[in-house]
């Protein structure tokens, strides 16, 4: 569980963000929204502890992130980022593996951990290739496996952060890498994740966060935040909002 | 994919390799001895009880010559190719080089600064001459590494981009005054200067061989510590921080481990290129990239095609010597390009 109150960043002489205040609690996703700029990445960095930020601290189960060892924090807490530049010949069973570096659960128990991992991801049937041989939405969904390994089972403590995961996935795979987060989510991780997709945040998030050149446009559920006019406001584009048929959470439909 | 060979059957394989080398690195050279002889002598010289019948000269050519020089060159090739893994790991790039962060040049500099400064003042004292040039040789190295080093750090943080072209522009300049040094040296002083920039395994004695053994010991039990360290930072900087790895440390042991090893090395035997290049190479084509393996098997394989570069620089215009700079070169550059067409088809 991660928390950060009154957050401001400046890179150069740009406030990137301001006033930003985020909990991340166990068993929910956090879906972060907003258009080019608006920040992101740069929430991401600061919640991760790449970037430091100028006021506001982040907080990792109530402990300053930079009081925690290296390691222990990450058994507690894995990253995602968008791209990943790996250039040497690993098989996907040894990257994902990687994941399990952290931790000293043996070689047995990691190796049943990286084939679940993988499973979740729907890549077990890439195991046996070299990473370099795969496409990039194969990358994408081996490194998913790799952070999920990392944090296995995903219990009550750990907290995932994505940064774009669906963003080279089919659309098959946009919703099986989703769903695969929220039954980690489910099974008491927190999750904060960042998307273009409206509507795939509309189904998968417990709350949104939209983001505006740098500042909490909105914080709350998914029907709450997707309306047409904060849409309008943020992004400017003009949307309808109805109720998805089946399953009840806000369908966004460009006009 | 091609099948990689299992880490058990390329480390048998090397080991093996590596004692035939080391058998045939003291059997042969301008006095050859019988194979059976060496064999022998060299138990002796570990200490077995063999009658000493008739293995007196064998004795004295192994332990005087041929097994400081088999020492030397499986330190120098084992540094050389352990430096190589660990600046390919730095870089994330299986083309990186030992000399890419300036040490190789650096020594350079450091070795023409004691040549020619050495003649100049009119001849070192003729016993304390390899030992000032190998000083300097090691200072430089360092030095110059450390410079870059220095130069890629911004706020507690090492910019591997920022090394790789400090490591540019200092190994421009080494070369450049290395050419000044030239310049202004005398015919016979230049030779000097030319044939040790070639490198050479001729020479070897125990009081220089023993600095390199250590450093070489040191940094062969250090590195492979780091290998799961150095697994994750092929992902990526910030990967390898999310995974637990304090990446500065790792970054500032590599660069350490480096400078040490090939400094170490230079010193001790002049410049030899493509060591560390093809080695760690070669050995993640045959048995994939993890860290665990690649280092030990560089280690060795390192060594191994050192001893064979010594010997064809020992053997092709005997008795006359190559200087092994230019033989790891021949067999390394093309041998590399095969690799690289291979490995494309």
Excluded at chain 1, 35 to 54: Q, T
Aim: include cysteine; aromatic fraction near 4%.
């Amino acid at each position: 569980m991660l928390q950060v109150e009154g957050l401001h960043l400046r890179r150069g002489s740009n406030d990137v963000l301001q006033g930003i205040d985020l909990h991340l609690s166990p068993g929910q996703v956090v879906g972060v929204l907003g258009p080019n700029g608006a920040g992101k990445s740069s929430l991401l960095g600061v919640l991760c502890g790449e970037l430091a930020p100028d006021r506001g601290a982040v907080t990792l189960q109530g402990r300053p992130l930079a009081d925690w060892a290296g390691q222990e924090r990450a058994r507690r807490l894995a990253v995602l980022p968008q791209v990943s530049s790996l250039g040497f010949s690993f098989k996907v069973e040894e990257v994902v593996a990687m994941g399990r570096m952290p931790h000293d659960t043996g070689q047995r128990r990691d190796a049943e951990i990286v084939e679940e991992a993988l499973q979740a991801a729907d890549a077990a049937h890439l195991v046996g290739r070299s990473y370099l041989a795969l496409s990039g939405g194969e990358r994408q969904r081996v490194h998913l496996a790799r952070v999920l390994a990392q944090l296995w089972p995903g219990e009550e403590g750990s907290t995932l952060l994505l940064d774009e995961p669906t963003s080279m996935l089919d659309p098959l795979h946009q919703h099986t890498t989703l769903e695969a987060v929220r039954r980690f989510a489910d099974c008491g991780a927190a999750v904060l994740v960042i998307l273009h997709d409206l509507n795939l945040a509309a189904r998968y998030c417990d709350r949104i966060l939209l983001l505006e050149s740098g500042r909490c446009h909105a914080l709350a559920t998914p029907a709450q935040v997707l309306t047409p006019a904060s849409l309008k406001a943020v992004f400017g584009i003009e949307v309808l909002v109805q109720a998805h048929p089946e399953r009840g959470h806000p369908l966004i439909i460009t006009r | 994919m091609k099948q990689r060979i299992q880490p058990r059957t390329l480390f048998v394989c090397l080991t093996l390799l590596c004692l035939l080398a080391v058998w045939l690195s003291l059997a042969l050279g301008p006095v050859s001895l019988p194979l059976i002889d060496t064999l022998r002598a060299g138990l002796r010289l570990l200490g077995l009880p063999i009658a000493a019948d008739g293995l007196q000269q064998a004795e004295m050519i192994l332990g005087q010559i041929r097994l400081p020089r088999t020492l030397l060159g499986l330190a120098v090739g084992a540094v050389l190719a352990l430096s190589g893994v660990a600046m390919q790991g730095l870089f994330r790039n299986p083309l990186a080089d030992p000399g890419l962060v300036g040490v190789a040049a650096g020594a350079a500099m450091g070795a023409a600064v004691a040549i020619v400064g050495g003649s100049w003042l009119g001849g070192m004292p003729e016993a304390l001459a390899p030992y000032l040039l190998s000083l300097c040789a090691f200072i430089g190295g360092l030095g110059v590494t450390a410079l870059v080093y220095r130069l890629g750090r911004r706020d507690g943080q090492t910019n591997v981009a920022t090394m790789l072209l400090a490591g540019v522009a200092m190994t421009a300049l080494g070369g450049a005054a290395v050419g000044l040094f030239s310049y202004l040296a005398d015919d016979a002083t230049l030779r000097t200067l030319t044939f040790w920039n070639l490198g050479s395994l001729n020479g070897a004695s125990y009081d220089r061989l023993w600095p390199l053994l250590l450093i070489a010991a040191g940094v062969a039990l250090w590195l492979p510590r780091r290998a799961k360290a150095l697994n994750a930072l092929l992902l990526g900087e910030s990967e390898a921080r999310h995974l637990g790895v304090d990446v500065e440390r790792l970054k500032r042991e590599l660069v350490f481990c480096t400078a040490l090893g090939v400094g170490a090395a230079v010193a001790a035997a002049g410049l030899i290129g493509f060591i560390g290049l093809v080695v760690p190479h070669l050995v993640r084509l045959l048995a994939g990239p993890d860290h665990r393996v690649v280092l030990p098997a560089s280690l060795l394989a390192g060594g191994v095609l050192m001893l064979f570069a010594d010997l064809a620089a020992r053997l092709l215009l005997a008795p006359a010597e190559l200087p092994i700079g230019i033989v790891t070169a021949f067999i390394g550059a093309p041998f590399f390009l095969i690799l690289l067409i291979r490995g494309r088809s």
